[in-house]
């Protein structure tokens, strides 16, 4: 049963992953066009490693892709993994905030007259979203009775 659940985590971390170039190529809120590169950096940490900063050529989008897909899994499979109690989930939750925190922090020139306060706490509500699926899993597995 353990297989599963972790097998599951690493499935819903990286189609998380996903949501960074979906949401660089959707239209989307007003408030958050303006911002169009920071909300793609929080959600896909994987662009920093294309040419120019963008994926300028289809080569570049599917490395990108690839790559933030492998640290959404390895971050799933964490918490698949070691992940046997609420608390080490959330608290692996709560160092991935401080992540994104600390690259909004350094996207803004350690500035908080340019700091996206709207981006990090959606950005921060959002990445709450696989987090919750692990734990709601892994309580699905806890009730039920082993077989042995």
């Not at 340019?114 to 806890?142: K, T």
Request: proline letters at 3%; one cysteine or more; glycine letters at 6%.
């Amino acid at each position: 049963m353990k297989q599963i659940h972790t097998l599951r985590t690493v499935a819903i971390f990286s189609l998380f992953s996903l949501l960074g170039p979906v949401m660089q190529h959707v239209s989307l809120p007003v408030f958050l066009t303006l911002h169009r590169e920071d909300v793609a950096v929080m959600f896909w940490p994987a662009i920093a490693l294309s040419s120019g900063g963008g994926a300028n050529n289809s080569h570049d989008l599917w490395m990108c892709v690839a790559v933030n897909m492998v640290l959404f899994a390895i971050l799933g499979l964490v918490v698949g993994v070691l992940g046997k109690r609420t608390g080490f989930v959330v608290t692996v939750y709560a160092f991935a905030c401080a992540l994104l925190t600390l690259e909004e922090a350094w996207g803004s020139g350690f500035s908080l007259a340019y700091f996206s306060w709207s981006v990090l706490v959606l950005a921060c509500l959002l990445y709450w979203l696989p987090f919750w699926a692990a734990i709601w899993s892994s309580s699905l597995h806890a009730d039920q009775p082993s077989s042995s």
